[in-house]
T-cell receptor, first 112, second 113 residues
Framework: SQELEQSPQSLIVQEGKNLTINCTSS?????LYWYKQKYGEGLIFLMM?????EEKSHEKITAKLDEKKQQSSLHITASQPSHAGIYLC????????????FGQGTELSVKP | DSGVTQTPKHLITATGQRVTLRCSPR?????VYWYQQSLDQGLQFLIQ???????AKGNILERFSAQQFPDLHSELNLSSLELGDSALYFC????????????FGDGTRLSIL
């Protein structure tokens, strides 16, 4: 089983709709990172969360960290075609300084 | 543009061969990470270097090795290549080790024929 589970695996939404992607860890989270990837390209850093209850925003994207539940959610408001891509969560699970475990990714398509 | 430079972008070679992938971190970053991304395994951590020293090791095969040079660039060496080594190899860098954002390069796509 995956140490870091993302859901859903894929998502198709109509432009303008809101959506949420979840990332659940089987272990304690010492840091949680959200990235966006276009297929076959590099990862673009979106946000880093470290403390339980922390919430950060980047343009129309908001991420929260629920430390007790060992879970993070990524919420996109009023989705646009430019939001399409693969969203990956990465986690520091051993607090040793850098190694990230990644989820399998959520592929988002936004229909105009 | 993340500021992390990887070369080459594409590499096609045959089984049994050896290749070297190169990474230049962002200016000022001391830590370099290597990851492998494949369809079946997803994105997997291989190894981390900090200021020339190995800091952490993941599921890196014995056929693979890496180093970080005094100018902080890093190389990942893959030898005795097998078909299953075909993947996207990413380098990432951060200012230091620890909980800091890692910035990824565009990757090297390795195809083994």
């Amino acid at each position: 089983s995956q140490e870091l589970e993302q859901s859903p695996q894929s998502l198709i939404v109509q432009e303008g709709k809101n959506l949420t992607i979840n990332c659940t860890s089987s272990k304690t989270l010492y840091g949680l990172y959200w990235y966006k990837q276009k297929y076959g390209e590099g990862l673009i850093f979106l946000m880093m969360l470290q403390k339980g209850g922390e919430e950060k925003s980047h343009e129309k994207i908001t991420a929260k960290l629920d430390e007790k539940k060992q879970q993070s959610s990524l919420h996109i408001t009023a989705s646009q075609p430019s939001h399409a891509g693969i969203y990956l969560c990465g986690a520091d699970m051993d607090n040793q300084g850098g190694k990230l475990i990644f989820g399998q990714g959520t592929e988002l398509s936004v229909k105009p | 543009d993340s500021g992390v430079t990887q070369t080459p972008k594409h590499l096609i070679t045959a089984t049994g061969q050896r290749v070297t992938l190169r990474c230049s971190p962002r200016s000022g970053d001391l830590s370099v990470y290597w990851y492998q991304q494949s369809l079946d395994q997803g994105l997997q951590f291989l190894i981390q270097y900090y200021n020339g020293e190995e800091r952490a090791k993941g599921n890196i095969l014995e056929r693979f090795s890496a180093q970080q040079f005094p100018d902080l660039h890093s190389e990942l060496n893959l030898s005795s290549l097998e078909l299953g080594d075909s993947a996207l190899y990413f380098c990432a860098s951060s200012v230091a080790g620890g909980n800091q954002p890692q910035h990824f390069g565009d990757g090297t796509r390795l195809s083994i024929l």
